[in-house]
């Protein structure tokens, strides 16, 4: 009808050999959406605006980043806070 949105959702499941999320890559989801509007038809080539990606169970940040080892010194301790992401559902162990 005039002015009707039209919205479709869609359970998707991700097979278990999928490759993990490359963000410099195509997207990994697409979609040709085809419809028809004053009996002429047309096709978009649909991109999601945020990715869609496959992550690893588990991601891990240092804190700091990055650091500077001093080499006169190589016996002396850096301290180094890691911190782990679990993409899981649920509880789990890193």
Do not use: C, M, W
């Amino acid at each position: 009808g005039y002015n009707q949105t039209v919205k479709a959702s869609y359970d998707v499941t991700i097979p278990k050999e999928a490759g993990l999320f490359l963000p410099y890559e195509k997207p990994v989801l697409t979609a040709d959406v085809t419809y028809e509007a004053f009996n002429t038809a047309a096709t978009v080539h649909a991109v999601p605006a945020d990715a869609v990606a496959v992550l690893p169970p588990f991601a891990l940040s240092l804190d700091p980043s990055a650091t500077v080892l001093n080499t006169l010194k190589p016996d002396q301790p850096l301290p180094v806070k890691v911190t782990v992401r679990n993409y899981t559902p649920g509880a789990a162990e890193a």
